[in-house]
């Protein structure tokens, strides 16, 4: 599997480190509510074919990045910056 | 069909000899291949190991018999046919313990419990350590072992080069050996005979057995589960329990439940050509992750880490390959003149912490059995067991009492590894 880094282009993604599904928010630091913390840490949707997560090209330019990636075929559909909202 | 336990003659020097001399063309169908019927007491989803188990304690122990178990594929397809057949009950934390040791205690009369040889070798498993620091980490985990009635003991450097001749013993390794940790009633099983005598004894029972039957939804009524709908028809059910590993996500967003705390990663594993006897126990790395064998056939069994994202593709990549590559000759430096002969990928649910879910859901009659990430095998027994008997009775049995789908929202994970929230925990 070959990621498309914005910065580096097309690379291995043995350089780049898994950092799980970009679709889960983290509530605010100041959030009460207990279910929206178990919500953040625990619940996943785990979805079979299209998944939005994070990766890291830690061995690269050090960006994060959000992967638009089918978990049936790895065939990666876009590839943006986490920084500037992923735009 | 008895109703009085499996037909303890079926299998037996006697009926083999007698088959023999017919030329074996008399022998029964080991499990029959009933059509469905339109209702059932109980419904499991999943013919796997665990499946199959629970169907058998169901009407072994709880005498119920009006039991189904639906298989989308064959049995012994799934990751049951595809693992690396590991037994063990080596945990430190209470709850993991007493549940391992109670499904080790099984395995040491499956054979007999069957009428169905799964070939159980406890020839011990050993988990190297390459520092004191580690050793005295083992140490902390086989008291704990032996407080919870397991089995355990530490091994020095020398005990470990006589167990394991092919070992890298030598002290300028990139990761000398200081020692390890044993668990001599640990070992291996032959994994398709455990899921064709779990169905065999079942099916003697009067379990029906479908194959080729998937399911594709649930019936629902008032908000609790009253059957489910498959690719052969719909079937009635006061209760469904379901056991399917990589797919718990989507079987249970069938039923409503949209988000678990469970991702499905993929999990390579790797057999050599066959070699003379080399490694007579399951060493494990210390320093990386490689857990090792030799078959009965003389292949060399391994595997290691997940590939480490969420995957569904049930082939693996390349990364990991060389990883375990690499951790098989740090160990065993003789193996790099080894072929290959074939390898596969098998798509594991990983809870949140570790440690499996044997539990009710928000939907009533809707029972889970899943989250046993790549450690599923050696608990076949005692998931079976515990699941059959929550399935029965509708309240937890007391090994399980910990490993309920709420612990996640009540803060109460059974986090073995002590690394926080991760789905990439053995």
């Known amino acids: 599997m070959k990621i498309e880094c914005p910065f580096c282009g097309k690379r291995d993604h043995s350089e780049f480190t898994y950092k799980g599904d970009a679709t889960v928010a983290r509530p605010d630091h100041s959030e009460q509510d207990l279910d929206r913390w178990n919500d953040y840490v625990f619940q996943r949707t785990n979805p079979k074919g299209a998944h939005k997560e994070y990766w890291h090209h830690t061995n690269g330019c050090r960006k994060f990045l959000i992967v638009e990636r089918d978990t049936i075929s790895h065939k990666i559909n876009s590839v943006t910056l986490v920084q500037g909202g992923g735009k | 069909m008895s109703t009085h336990g499996p037909n303890m003659s079926e299998y037996s020097v006697f009926s083999l000899l007698k088959h023999t001399l017919s030329g074996h063309k008399n022998w029964k169908e080991t499990w029959r291949s009933p059509a469905p019927k339109s209702h059932y007491d109980i419904i ?4 796997g190991g665990h499946g199959l188990a629970t169907a058998y304690y169901l009407a072994k122990e709880h005498n119920l018999t009006n039991i189904a178990v639906l298989e989308k594929g064959w049995i012994g397809g799934g990751n049951m046919g595809r693992n690396t057949t590991i037994v063990r009950s080596n945990y430190m934390l209470e709850a993991n ?3 391992y040791e109670h499904s080790l205690k099984l395995w040491e009369s499956l054979s007999q419990e069957l009428n169905y040889n799964v070939m159980f070798s406890q020839r011990g498993v050993i988990n190297l350590a390459h520092t004191p620091a580690q050793l005295d980490g083992f140490a902390r985990r086989g008291n704990a072992m032996l407080l919870n009635g397991a089995d355990a003991e530490l091994l020095d450097r020398d005990e470990i080069a006589r167990r394991c001749p092919g070992l890298d013993m030598s002290p300028d390794a990139r990761f000398p050996i200081v020692g390890g940790m044993c668990q001599p009633r640990g070992g291996t099983a032959r994994h398709d005979a455990v899921a064709w005598g779990y169905a065999h004894g079942a099916d ?4 029906d057995i479908i194959e080729n039957c998937e399911v594709t939804g649930f019936q629902m009524k008032d908000a609790q589960v009253c059957g489910v709908e498959t690719t052969r028809g719909a079937i009635t059910a006061g209760k469904v329990g379901v056991a399917v590993a990589g797919h718990t996500s989507q079987v249970m967003q069938k039923a409503g439940l949209e988000r678990l705390p469970i991702e499905s990663h993929l999990l390579q594993a790797f057999v050599s050509e066959p070699v003379k006897p080399l490694i007579d126990t399951v060493v494990t790395f210390g320093a990386g992750h490689l857990y090792i064998s030799q078959s009965n056939k003389g292949g060399l069994v391994f595997g290691g880490d997940i590939d480490g994202y969420n995957s569904f593709a049930q082939r693996g990549n390349m990364p990991v390959i060389e990883d375990v590559a690499a951790c098989a000759m740090t160990m065993f430096p003789n193996l790099g003149k080894i072929r290959l002969l074939r390898h596969w990928g098998g798509i594991m649910d990983m809870s949140m912490d570790g440690t499996p879910i044997i539990s009710e859901t928000p939907i009533q009659n809707l029972y889970l059995n899943g989250g ?15 699941f059959a008997h929550l399935l029965a009775t509708g309240t937890p049995h007391d090994l399980i009492k910990d490993f309920t789908l709420n612990r996640f929202e009540r803060g109460y994970t059974i986090d073995e590894k002590g690394v926080g929230a991760q789905p990439r925990l053995h």
Do not use: D, E, M, N
Not at chain 2, 372 to 386: I, N, R, V
């Open chain 2, 204 to 207: 003697r029972l009067g379990v």
């Open chain 2, 44 to 47: 499991i989803v999943g013919g």
């Open chain 2, 97 to 99: 313990t007493r549940f």
């Open chain 2, 372 to 386: 046993w990430c790549y450690g599923g095998f050696k608990a076949t027994p005692a998931s079976g067991w515990c």
